[in-house]
Nanobody, 120 residues
Framework: QVQLVESGGGVVQPGGSLTLSCVAS????????MGWYRQVPGMERELVAR???????DYADFVKGRFTISRTIGGNTVYLQMNSLEPEDTAVYYC??????????????WGQGTQVTVSS
């Protein structure tokens, strides 16, 4: 069974930095993408960044140039380096693992979420 354990959330002032980490275990998929989503109360969960098994990364427009996603060579740990944080980045951040059966069929797994609060 896939399990995702997140760490690194907290409170930071505007302009500050945080790094989120997520360690995955139990995956038997041959092709896995890992990423981060975020959610604020009353809103849908939205993609922040994702990295494929080939280490190709995609970012939401609202974090380009500020956040960097990376993944270990073994592929079971993903990081999100967040710089120049803004109050609008305040949210619960969720680690996601997408395991592909085929290119058109996959399963999503989620971590428990970690709170990031940007406030002065």
């Amino acid at each position: 069974q896939v399990q995702l354990v997140e760490s690194g959330g907290g409170v930071v002032q505007p302009g500050g930095s945080l790094t989120l980490s997520c360690v995955a275990s139990g995956s038997t998929y041959h092709d896995v993408a890992m990423g981060w989503y975020r959610q604020v109360p009353g809103m849908e969960r939205e993609l922040v960044a994702r990295v494929t098994s080939g280490h190709s990364a995609d970012y939401a427009d609202f974090v380009k140039g500020r956040f960097t996603i990376s993944r270990t060579i073994g592929g079971n740990t993903v990081y999100l380096q967040m710089n120049s944080l803004e109050p609008e980045d305040t949210a619960v951040y969720y680690c996601n693992l997408r395991g592909y059966y085929t290119t058109l069929d996959w399963a999503d797994y989620w971590g428990q979420g970690t709170q990031v609060t940007v406030s002065s």
